[in-house]
């Protein structure tokens, strides 16, 4: 059994041990999620030393790092052929930097769920669950094993939202399975169509390997998703292109972009925090990584010829998500469409197909998802004291909680791309990629790289008007003299779980280096695979 | 036509050894209603026991048969293949669980008959499985169906559960003799009534054309009572709602996989042409398909009581059972990989109910309010079993969707049939439709907030639940490791 093998399924053996464990002991719970997402956050830190920066992976096998590749299923479907699936797992540079922010984020959630006192068994047994999915959706090679993983990840949230969350819970559960439930299955059969088209050369049979999507001489001819000679088509539109739009389709609600994101504001109002930070910091990375490896890895040829589209989208994302950020009176609400915004440049970096966008894609979907984990968690910390999060009903908490205001102000600062920060560097190198992708002929002209540094002064304006309404002036909140007493300062285990996220956003913001040094040869790989359909 | 005597005693003695199984059938029936009459008051449980081991004995001359491959015996009437002996397997298995069902569940009365019907309704499923003639298929049909009216109205104690037996009889009845008419029709048209031979495929090529029509619609209308597709399919959610729970896990699940391999046997021997009767063929399976998976589903959405919910969910497996029967080639695992899924979750999810109704003395999804609190292993279970019924991983359910998407999509790329697209993509957007019922269970049980104080009454099948968890968890098994089930078949 190899390293990722123990990564994923460690918190499996996490919500074995809590089930098991009678109802006496429900103080241990938290304790053992946190050791083992801790054991986790060790790991995937070793991987992340051990890694090396000169493989690219992508589509390359040879490129991946700590694969392991199991039989799983083999059916002799008769004429349909060799059903064949394994357990394939591995990292390349697109997944390494994710897999160690969902350990972190993870770990933050932990400690945001720690005054959790409702059926706190099936709580962190779900927990659980969903941290074993979200890893092993990002350790997949397989596309069986990564849809199994992508379905199981909806179950817990479900869950989790439906049961832990606030009024609305019922609505907000439902309405979030129901968005990725439609984008899933269609994705389904896009990847039956996918399986029928493609042939393992060294077995003959069909395959669910990813990786053998992605080389086009694996195709058969004629085949429904076939390279070459395919004259397939639905209603006028060539099959590659259906089977690209389903999965983008899949993907964006994930992401989500917009008009597809009306689930995102619902699921965090409703989420309870600890949800509401993993949602926010680790699965709407799973739409912007599925992007990435599957709709990109397995379809470049649409990929070259679709970017126009994908950018345009990402930029009226990024504004619409801004706009209605600053409309917003719910401060949870403003975050939520504030990650809309910020996920759009994810996916304008993508589009632009120049190495720089395509970096700082991959730059901005970290440096959101711990900076968005601790903007979610800083609400939190306001909604467990007077339950209440309605911008204007505070004003000037400044002065009865200069710690808290001190890390929102820190935090806003970083998200809305100031230098030094995290965020600018991955809003930063979007913007130049978009820039550069007229001159490099990619397909996306130069006023939408406008378009984004429009959606990053409108950030600031938003993050600081908030900042501006709720904690400068006088003192007036809405509960008087109670939620005065209520509003105490930050305590220390909310410092420490606060500290290293913003700390995080710092280093990456004067070093980003840690990163880049790892995602470079990946996304290099990644365009030299897109390259000769532009 | 003269052949001697003695040749047909040879050839009847010769095929005498492929009945084995439904000897012991017949012999537990008679057995069961001896023991019902005479011993079942002194010795309490007796007819169960020789119902069990008769059943037993089935299941084994079955699995004694598996090594043949297709042989025909009794002049062609009596056809055991692959497919027939494991729908067979299938079938008295899922009818002992039901027996042991019946027997916890229902200890007071004496109810020896029961059983007899049971094993008697049993017996006519393996003669719909092992049969290419129209006249056994018949009389299976209506074995199956007299035995069901009876196992429905056996328990009735009120008004709902006689009007419910009632419906099921006359509906049936009427099906039958409709059925019988697009028979002789058949068999004036071709004079055979062997579906498989040539004759009988010649006829229908020659026929004209709106009796073909009008006889195969006939027929297609007794198959479809004991199926339940739309649009004969609303007899089946009073039915289901009116029966003793037991009783509805019976129905539900059985007498499905016989009319199933019936109507796969049918469809294969018709479809293979190009002429009229081919196309009308293709043509009713593909519109049975879709309107059963939209309806289904659809109605679903409104059901308030889980058994008539179950209903309309049994409906849509139907018609998902139908999209399997149009892209079956030449291999019957995924079919039949599907139908073991099926029973698997039907029989699970009836255990609970049952136990449930046991508890709360309702079947309603509101009484199933916060009680996921109170009994939360049983309600993590039912919630298993209802993704396993969406078809999400990693559940058997979605392994048995994978598989019959992968042959209607195989068809589809010989074909580039635009029907057969529509075949893919409303099988898939009515997963999302079922999403929304299937999840008020837990919807009930976990999110919502009971408003007053219940008192659960205390339940004595403990047996019977862990029979339940048992199934939930070779859902989850074959989920994860298909193979297990399907290194069997071959």
């Known amino acids: 059994m190899g390293l990722l093998t123990i990564l994923i399924f460690l918190p499996l053996l996490a919500t074995l041990l809590i089930l098991a464990l009678p109802i006496s002991v429900r103080n241990s719970y938290k304790y053992i999620a946190l050791a083992f997402t801790l054991l986790q956050f060790a790991l995937s830190a070793y991987m992340y030393s051990n890694f090396d920066d000169s493989l690219g992976g992508i589509h390359n096998y040879e490129g991946y790092q700590y694969v392991e590749q199991l039989p799983w299923i083999r059916l002799d479907l008769g004429t349909i052929g060799i059903l064949e699936i394994d357990y394939f797992v591995g990292i390349d540079g697109v997944s390494l930097p994710l897999l160690v922010l969902s350990t972190l984020v993870m770990l933050m959630g932990i400690g945001a769920s720690w005054n959790i006192q409702k059926s706190t068994k099936g709580y962190y047994a779900l927990l659980m669950l969903l941290n074993m999915a979200v890893m092993g959706i990002f350790a997949a090679l397989d596309f069986f094993l990564f849809y199994v993983f992508y379905e199981v990840m909806l179950l817990p949230l479900y869950f989790l939202i439906g049961i832990w969350g606030g009024d609305r819970r019922e609505y907000a559960a439902i309405k979030f399975f129901i968005y990725t439930l439609l984008g899933s299955v269609l994705m389904l059969l896009v990847i039956v169509g996918l399986y029928f088209s493609v042939i393992n050369p060294t077995t003959g049979a069909h395959s669910f390997n990813m990786l053998l999507m992605m080389d086009p001489a694996n195709y058969i001819d004629g085949s429904f998703f076939g390279f070459i000679s395919n004259y397939h088509e639905l209603f006028g539109v060539p099959s590659r292109w259906i089977g690209f739009a389903v999965l983008?389709?899949?993907?964006?609600?994930?992401?989500?972009?917009?008009?597809?994101?009306?689930?995102?504001?619902d699921a965090h109002v409703e989420a309870p925090t600890p949800v509401s930070i993993i949602l926010a910091g680790i699965l709407l990375k799973i739409g912007g990584y599925g992007i990435i490896r599957v709709c990109y890895g397995i379809f470049p040829d649409i990929a070259a010829n679709s970017n126009y589209w994908l950018a345009l989208i990402g930029v009226i994302s990024i504004l619409y998500g801004a706009f209605n950020a600053l409309a917003q009176k719910d401060l949870k609400r403003m975050i939520a469409y504030s990650s809309v915004s910020h996920m759009g440049f994810v996916l304008l970096g993508i589009a632009s197909l120049t190495a720089e966008g395509l970096s700082g894609a991959m730059?901005?979907?970290?440096?959101?998802?711990?900076?968005?984990?601790?903007?979610?968690?800083?609400v939190g910390v306001l909604y467990d004291r007077v339950h209440d999060r309605y911008i204007y009903h505070f004003r000037g908490l400044a002065s009865i909680m200069p710690k808290y205001t001190a890390y929102v102000a820190l935090a806003f600062f970083a998200s809305l791309g100031l230098p030094g920060f995290s965020a600018f560097i991955g809003e930063a190198f979007v913007i130049i990629g978009a820039f550069n992708a007229e001159s490099m002929a990619t397909g996306v002209p130069r006023w939408m790289a406008i378009g984004g540094s429009i959606g990053i002064l409108l950030s600031a304006a938003y993050f600081l008007w908030t900042l501006q309404r709720m904690f400068f002036g006088k003192i007036r909140v809405k509960g008087g003299q109670a939620w005065q007493e209520a509003l105490t300062d930050l305590s220390r285990r909310?410092?420490?779980?606060?500290f290293p996220a913003l700390a995080l956003a710092l280093i990456l913001g004067i070093m980003p280096s840690l990163v880049f040094s790892k995602i470079n040869a990946?996304?290099?790989?990644?365009i030299d695979l897109i390259q000769p359909y532009l | 036509m003269n052949v001697p005597i003695t040749a047909i005693l040879d050839q009847i003695l010769a095929s005498l050894p492929l009945f084995k199984p439904e000897f012991c059938l017949t012999a537990g029936f008679i057995c069961a209603i001896?023991?019902?009459?005479?011993?079942?008051?002194?010795?309490?449980?007796?007819?169960?026991?020789?119902?069990?081991?008769?059943?037993?004995?089935?299941?084994?001359?079955?699995?004694?048969?598996?090594?043949?491959?297709a042989t025909t015996g009794f002049s062609g009437m009596w056809l055991v293949d692959k497919l027939g002996t494991y729908a067979r397997i299938l079938i008295s298995t899922a009818t002992l669980l039901i027996a042991f069902f019946i027997q916890q569940r229902h200890t007071r009365q004496q109810n020896g008959d029961i059983y007899s019907m049971l094993l008697a309704a049993t017996l006519g499923m393996h003669v719909l499985c092992s049969t290419s003639s129209w006249l056994l298929a018949f009389i299976g049909i209506e074995m199956v169906s007299i035995a069901s009216y009876l196992l429905v109205g056996y328990f009735s104690?009120?008004?709902?559960?006689?009007?419910?037996?009632?419906?099921?009889?006359?509906?049936?009845s009427v099906c039958a003799a409709v059925m019988l008419y697009g028979l002789s029709l058949m068999y004036g048209l071709t004079g055979n009534l062997d579906f498989k031979s040539a004759q009988h495929l010649q006829g229908l090529m020659t026929a004209s054309e709106p009796l073909v029509t009008l006889s195969i619609l006939f027929v297609c209308v007794g198959i479809g009572f004991k199926l339940s597709f739309v649009p004969l399919h609303l007899w089946s959610p009073d039915v289901y709602q009116g029966s003793p729970t037991a009783i509805t896990a019976f129905l539900s699940t059985v007498p499905k996989v016989g009319a199933i391999i019936l109507f796969t046997r049918v469809y294969q021997a018709w479809s293979s042409t190009s002429f009229y009767f081919s196309e009308l063929a293709t043509w009713i399976i593909v519109v049975v398909a879709l309107a059963s998976m939209l309806i289904?589903?659809?109605?679903?959405?409104?059901?308030?009581?889980?058994?008539?919910?179950?209903?309309?969910?049994?409906?849509?497996?139907?018609?998902?059972?139908?999209?399997?029967?149009?892209?079956?080639?030449d291999t019957f695992r995924y079919l039949f990989f599907y139908l073991v899924a099926y029973v698997l979750m039907n029989l699970a999810t009836f255990i609970f109910i049952d136990h449930l109704e046991q508890r709360t003395g309702s079947t309603t999804l509101r009484s199933y309010m916060g009680l996921g609190r109170k009994l939360p292993l049983l309600f993590s279970a039912f919630t298993i079993v209802a993704v396993s019924l969406i078809g999400l991983p990693p559940t058997i359910g979605f392994i048995g969707k994978l598989m019959v998407f992968s042959a209607v999509f195989d068809s589809y790329q010989d074909g580039q049939d635009t029907s057969v697209l529509l075949l893919l993509v409303v099988g898939a957007l009515t997963a999302v439709i079922s999403l929304f019922f299937y999840f008020r269970i837990p919807l009930y049980a976990f999110i919502r907030k009971e408003d007053d104080f219940k008192h659960l009454q205390s339940s004595s099948a403990g047996l019977l639940l862990s029979v339940g968890y048992g199934l939930v968890f070779?859902?989850?098994?074959?989920?994860?490791?298909?193979?297990?089930?399907?290194d069997l078949l071959l």
């Open chain 1, 522 to 526: 990946s996304v290099l790989q990644l």
């Open chain 2, 34 to 69: 001896a023991t019902a009459l005479f011993a079942e008051q002194r010795l309490k449980n007796v007819t169960f026991t020789v119902t069990a081991l008769s059943l037993g004995a089935t299941i084994y001359c079955l699995f004694l048969q598996v090594p043949i491959s």
């Open chain 2, 296 to 329: 289904g589903n659809l109605a679903a959405l409104r059901q308030k009581d889980v058994k008539r919910l179950m209903a309309y969910s049994s409906i849509a497996h139907t018609g998902f059972l139908m999209m399997a029967i149009f892209a079956y080639q």
């Open chain 1, 494 to 498: 909310e410092q420490l779980i606060l």
């Open chain 2, 474 to 486: 070779l859902v989850l098994l074959l989920g994860l490791f298909p193979q297990l089930l399907l």
């Open chain 1, 248 to 265: 983008f389709f899949a993907f964006a609600i994930k992401v989500p972009i917009v008009p597809l994101h009306t689930w995102l504001p």
């Open chain 2, 157 to 172: 104690q009120n008004k709902a559960q006689s009007e419910a037996a009632m419906k099921y009889a006359l509906f049936g």
């Open chain 1, 363 to 378: 730059f901005q979907m970290i440096s959101h998802g711990f900076l968005s984990a601790a903007l979610f968690f800083l």
